[in-house]
């Protein structure tokens, strides 16, 4: 895969814009469906969250909250005037790009697998009627379909 081109931003809006993204859509909506519904559920059926696939995605949840924190307190020393700041930001912003990748690569390959095995038709369904409800339950600015129009906005600014 070929590597994307970034433009180089000192835009505060638009780096607070990708940490409330996250913040608000990717860690609680998307984290939070697993964290609390997921995850508990393939623990019922013998699935660890100290070791193996699931310790390893709430592992990675850590990990990205930790450069989100990173990129947050660059933006707020950013807006004290430390222009040195910004290196941190998207030291912080490649970090967060790169585990993402790998993340859904181990959600779409490896985790999401196993639970279609492990759990029944009825669970699957019963899990998705939560998952409906958790999103009913979002801020409407970052719900789905208007997170991804602010996804679509930054990537045409961007890339």
């Known amino acids: 895969m070929a590597a994307m081109v970034m ?4 835009n505060i809006e638009d780096f607070e814009l990708v940490v409330n993204l996250i913040r608000k859509f990717a860690d609680g909506f998307h984290h939070a469906k697993e964290e609390d519904l997921l995850f508990p559920k393939m623990g019922e059926k013998g699935f660890s969250p100290v070791q193996g696939p699931v310790a390893v995605m709430l592992h990675e949840h850590v990990q990205g909250r930790n450069y989100v924190k990173g990129m947050a307190d660059g933006i707020a020393r950013l807006r004290g005037g430390e222009s040195g700041a910004i290196n941190d930001i998207y030291q912080n912003l490649a970090g967060y790009a790169q585990l993402l990748q790998s993340h859904i690569g181990k959600e779409n390959n490896i985790l999401f697998r196993m639970a279609d095995q492990a759990l029944s ?18 801020d ?6 208007n997170s991804i129009a602010k996804i679509e906005k930054l990537a045409a600014t961007y890339l």
């Open 121 to 138: 038709a009825e669970e699957q369904a019963g899990l998705l009627e939560q998952f409906a409800a958790v999103e009913q339950q979002l």
């Open 7 to 10: 433009k180089q931003s000192t």
């Open 140 to 145: 409407s600015e970052y719900n789905a379909e």
